[in-house]
């Protein structure tokens, strides 16, 4: 092993879109060095549940089986799913038991903090209604994530922002953020999911 490649990974906690993980883990991993352990820097957020629209505790949801695992949305839980599958390691950086609102966000700065090699911001809207962060009438991301994400290209982290659906009018205004694009595609699949087939977008990088 030449070295350690750190990923840094955040995103909306009702994310959903698998695909866009392993298309932006496939490119991730194209830009590794070779030789190079992968590792995935993570928030470690709780997975929902989609019937109940509760937490489901990390440490149960790890025993579910494999399809069950990937019906949880929550974007840390499936990168953390994708990433296993890809031989990557994990280092968790749970937010502080106790620390009230500003925990994630103090753990979003230790996360930076550690200087991943890059970060992946997976952008689901914000939902709160009536929400007043700036700039007004304009759907954003997350907070959160936003937060996350911003922090880390501010810090000089290079960040490629995967946004989901309704925020093509935030990106536009953010133009100097980079986008992650669609590789080209590719007839390779994954191993299938009861209930969710993952198509693989690269070369079997990861595979
Ligand atoms: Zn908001």
Known sequence: VAGHYRILV????????????WQAFTLAAGRCPPEHVITLVNGQCDPIDP??????PWMRAVH?????????????????QVAAESGWRLEFHPAAAGSGPRG????????VHTRPDECLAFAGACTITGCRKPPRGLRHPTH????CGLLAHTTGIPTTWWPGPGLAGWFTRKQHLT???NS???????PHVDGVT????GDGLLW
């Open 184 to 190: 080209p595609p590719c007839p390779q699949q994954l």
């Open 198 to 201: 993952l198509t693989h977008p």
């Open 104 to 111: 994630p966000i103090l753990r979003n700065v230790e996360m």
């Open 64 to 80: 579910m089986p494999r399809p069950q695992k990937y019906a949880l949305p929550g974007l840390d839980w499936l990168a953390a």
């Open 179 to 181: 986008q992650g694009r």
């Open 144 to 147: 959160g994530t936003q937060h």
């Open 10 to 21: 955040t995103g909306s906690r009702s994310w959903t879109d698998i695909d866009a993980i």
């Open 51 to 56: 019937q109940l629209g509760e937490y489901v």
